[in-house]
């Protein structure tokens, strides 16, 4: 018989007909009720035993943990908060979990220890709803731009130039560690290693995409990109992934109107699509912000944040006119802010960021316009000379969710930028052959995944949303 | 006027309308007709411009490359075999092209220029086919996945293993080169590198895709992966993009099934969604082939090939009735394989798994059921012994296009094997839990991508499936 998945035996109407289900056993009690999990939802099965005629030696083996495959009647629940269960007629066990050494035992663990064994964490509540609601919105990712005319284009993850400056990079090399060949000069001779020439982890797909955007119109990528910097915070990762749209002939009103429309559509996708795990996930909010100091806690709910961002219009402001408000702001005249905001040029910090979202305009903010001194080189210069055409999206609890600009398209004013940046011509060449050679007005921005998943989740700790997070010092499996 | 797309223009039947178009020249001839692409399909649509009323000056700059903005009207085309075209009302040089500078001519360019020319060839028909298919294709794979109850799991792209053994690794570092720190023993001391130990590039994520597999039942990847092997040929990069699916309770017939299955779905939503491209490059393919001598070339044109597959059954044929199929053929017994086929063990070569497809079962063929010692540690060994539950797809032109296996899940097997492989059980402690703590059959296969895009483009070189291709000596862009 054909095994049925715990997704679809939990939601039919088909009752009383025979079944086969396989599964781990998430708890056993009463020598009788098991609750079988199979990954399809983060719902159980309850599987009832008739253990008066099932051998001490099988129920023993029915463990936490442990694979078994079942066969019984799926009949109507009558218990609270379920629709079926199977009365079981046949059970056999796949694969035993010795309890006195399966670390994943039916109570609280804490996310460290989590982390440890993030080979098995994905078998608990949290975390199977966590991992299925990043993959429902990685595939809202990509549905929302084939639908509406994107390219999905992947961008090199080993690169030979580190002209972008969005940060360290990882080297790659096949030469062993302290024993790479010298040159006569008495260097080390790059033409010996693999591609020739010294190279690294990408940091952003950004440049390369632009080359695509210039003739294919509109692209985006979406794949792994690293950081090699020493940071240890719930908010990065050495390794993530970015999903970066560009698309030719927008300016920076069109990204505007596009990152809003992009992350409100796969926010809804996962409202739509996700509701069970959801539910679990914001009862799970829930309880965390009530262990919290009153003065932290978030006055949203998770669904009811979701909800806040794909209901409310972002409100647009400059960075200019939000150094005015932030100047005045209550926190800012009392001092609250680590970092006062005394004048204009100031680089804006989380707290700010989060301030303007969650206490002035309470709604999702876009900032644009930034001093050009404060961001990357390739962000057309407006007529003012001192400002770009950056963009920022900032989000409650979390901040910058996505960075994004429209790109200076043209080739005299990019070549004095990257003059006066000491960036190298010869490494950006064919950078600047985008404004050599048919130049058009484009634009596009960069969303960190885990970012948005960890919004979506509501988990606090960035590397609680990827399987495996590498971070300083870890890259354990 | 909002900005129509050229795809939207070239199918449209509202004719006589105001439009607004944006794209890269083409050709231009006679002073008159522009050939305007905007990457959004790859026909053309015709402007046609009253040059007794345009200025010299700005006839001069509509030359191949140059990017322009145009306000006409669309009108139905008397041309043949085009659908409307454009009368121009104005014209505006939105970015120049020096044609004495521009690398993309309108005539036909080596694709060694084109590849030294990445940046820039995306804008010539062939590329941009390409590249619109490949887009197409990937999204193909995720909607097969998520459709079919799968979640989507990125796994590591840094590893501390190197224990799976599928090929040559990069090193990760950030040790500048020969002046990484040592330890008290005179050794390089990887503890004070990024990762606390030495890091590679993945080359794989089946290890990791099979502990989601265990706890979410059904999980694919889709991502980078790496090889540092200095294998110059048409059919290997350094880095490519792998589809590896991993499912419980699943075992070697599922697995056929699966990649069957899959493999016809995606193809087939190209040859739905991807008319004009696979048309175009349909073509391209013929000409091609009959450059080739007569021996060489293909004996299907490529949308047949396409049909070749997703209309045929696949043939499932275990290694031992392959081999002597092989023994026994016309060009084993005329010494016309270069590696002769004598005796059952033998590793098959892709002049072998060609001859199965192409000549003798005329379809695409399934091989299963390896000796163990020519197969990975982690495969199922067989009650025989001797064989392992592998299976490897075999397609017409390019040979194996998937492998994949049954994985061993038994805990004393696995761990006989890697001992006698000498596979440090301390490096693979997580997976070996996965044996330890509920256990469970089951199978998954790895196709890499660009083998994937490259049948289905008929492109003869994978260095022209890939956006950047990164090859021995090649990391430019």
Same mark, same amino acid.
């Given at each position: 018989m054909?095994?049925?998945?715990?997704?679809?035996?939990?939601?039919?109407?088909?009752?009383?007909?025979k079944?086969?289900?396989?599964?781990?056993?998430?708890?056993?009690?009463?020598?009788?009720?098991?609750?079988?999990?199979?990954?399809?939802?983060?719902k159980?099965?309850?599987?009832?035993?008739?253990?008066?005629?099932?051998?001490?030696?099988?129920?023993?083996?029915?463990?936490?943990?442990?694979?078994?495959?079942?066969?019984?009647?799926?009949?109507?629940?009558?218990?609270?908060?379920?629709?079926?269960?199977?009365?079981?007629?046949?059970?056999e066990?796949?694969g035993? =979990?010795?309890?006195?050494?399966?670390?994943?035992q039916?109570?609280?663990?804490?996310?460290?220890?989590?982390?440890?064994?993030?080979?098995?964490?994905?078998?608990?509540?949290?975390?199977?709803?966590? !991992?299925?609601?990043? =993959?429902?919105? =990685?595939?809202?990712?990509?549905k929302?731009?084939q639908?509406?005319?994107?390219?999905?284009?992947?961008?090199?993850i080993?690169?030979?130039s580190?002209?972008e400056?969005?940060?360290?990079?990882?080297?790659?090399?096949?030469?062993?560690?302290?024993?790479?060949?010298?040159?006569?000069?008495?260097?080390v001779d790059?033409?010996?290693?693999?591609?020739?020439?010294?190279?690294?982890?990408?940091?952003?797909?950004?440049l390369?995409?632009?080359?695509?955007? !210039?003739?294919?119109?509109?692209?985006?990528?979406?794949?792994?990109?690293?950081?090699?910097?020493?940071?240890?915070t719930?908010?990065?990762?050495?390794?993530?992934?970015?999903?970066?749209?560009?698309?030719?002939?927008? @300016?920076?009103?069109?990204? !505007?109107?596009?990152?809003e429309?992009?992350?409100?559509?796969?926010?809804?996708?996962?409202?739509?699509n996700?509701?069970?795990?959801l539910?679990?996930?914001?009862?799970?909010?829930?309880?965390?912000?009530?262990?919290?100091?009153?003065l932290?806690?978030s006055?949203?709910?998770?669904?009811?944040?979701?909800?806040?961002?794909?209901?409310?219009?972002?409100?647009?402001?400059s960075y200019?006119?939000?150094? @005015?408000?932030?100047?005045?702001?209550?926190?800012?005249?009392?001092?609250?802010?680590?970092?006062?905001?005394?004048?204009?040029?100031? @680089?804006?910090?989380?707290?700010?960021?989060?301030?303007?979202?969650e206490k002035?305009?309470?709604?999702?903010?876009?900032?644009?316009?930034?001093?050009?001194?404060?961001?990357?080189?390739?962000m057309?210069?407006?007529?003012?000379?001192?400002?770009?055409?950056?963009?920022?999206?900032?989000?409650?609890?979390?901040?910058?969710?996505?960075?994004?600009?429209?790109?200076?398209?043209?080739?005299?004013?990019?070549i004095?930028?990257?003059?006066?940046?000491?960036?190298?011509?010869?490494?950006?060449?064919?950078?600047?052959?985008?404004?050599?050679?048919?130049?058009?007005?484009? =634009?596009?921005?960069?969303l960190?995944?885990?970012?948005?998943?960890?919004?979506t989740?509501?988990?606090?700790?960035?590397?609680d949303?990827?399987?495996?997070?590498?971070?300083?010092?870890?890259?354990?499996?």
């Open positions: 054909q095994r049925s998945s715990v997704l679809n035996l939990v939601t039919t109407k088909e009752f009383d007909q079944v086969t289900v396989k599964g781990w056993v998430r708890t056993f009690r009463s020598n009788r009720f098991i609750a079988l999990n199979d990954g399809s939802t983060i159980n099965i309850q599987c009832v035993i008739d253990f008066e005629n099932t051998a001490e030696e099988i129920l023993k083996r029915i463990t936490t943990g442990a694979c078994v495959s079942i066969v019984g009647t799926l009949v109507e629940s009558q218990g609270k908060g379920q629709n079926s269960e199977i009365q079981v007629d046949e059970l066990i796949l035993d =979990s010795n309890p006195d050494e399966y670390p994943i039916p109570k609280k663990h804490s996310f460290e220890f989590l982390r440890e064994n993030a080979h098995l964490r994905v078998r608990t509540n949290t975390f199977s709803a966590v !991992m299925r609601v990043r =993959s429902k919105l =990685s595939f809202a990712v990509h929302y731009f639908e509406n005319g994107f390219n999905y284009v992947n961008t090199p080993i690169t030979g580190d002209a400056g969005a940060g360290e990079m990882f080297k790659v090399t096949n030469f062993e560690a302290n024993k790479a060949p010298k040159n006569e000069d008495g260097n790059f033409k010996q290693d693999f591609f020739g020439k010294e190279t690294n982890l990408t940091v952003s797909g950004q390369e995409a632009e080359t695509y955007a !210039m003739a294919l119109g509109k692209v985006y990528t979406f794949g792994p990109t690293f950081r090699a910097e020493n940071s240890n719930t908010r990065h990762l050495s390794e993530f992934w970015m999903i970066e749209p560009e698309v030719a002939f927008m @300016d920076l009103e069109g990204n !505007m109107d596009l990152s429309d992009f992350i409100k559509s796969v926010i809804n996708y996962v409202l739509e996700c509701k069970d795990d539910e679990f996930l914001d009862q799970r909010f829930a309880q965390e912000e009530k262990g919290k100091p009153q932290q806690r006055e949203l709910g998770l669904i009811d944040k979701l909800k806040f961002v794909t209901e409310n219009d972002f409100k647009r402001v200019t006119e939000a150094i @005015d408000i932030l100047r005045n702001s209550k926190p800012n005249k009392k001092k609250k802010f680590q970092f006062p905001i005394n004048e204009w040029g100031a @680089d804006l910090q989380s707290e700010h960021e989060r301030f303007l979202v002035h305009f309470k709604c999702p903010v876009i900032l644009f316009d930034y001093p050009a001194n404060i961001k990357a080189f390739y057309r210069l407006n007529d003012d000379g001192k400002t770009v055409r950056a963009m920022d999206v900032l989000f409650p609890g979390i901040g910058e969710i996505v960075g994004g600009a429209q790109r200076e398209e043209r080739y005299d004013v990019l004095e930028k990257m003059k006066a940046l000491d960036i190298d011509e010869k490494e950006l060449w064919w950078y600047l052959d985008l404004r050599k050679f048919g130049t058009a007005v484009h =634009s596009g921005f960069g960190g995944f885990e970012r948005l998943v960890q919004f989740t509501g988990m606090g700790n960035i590397r949303v990827i399987p495996f997070p590498r971070t300083p010092q870890n890259a354990e499996f």
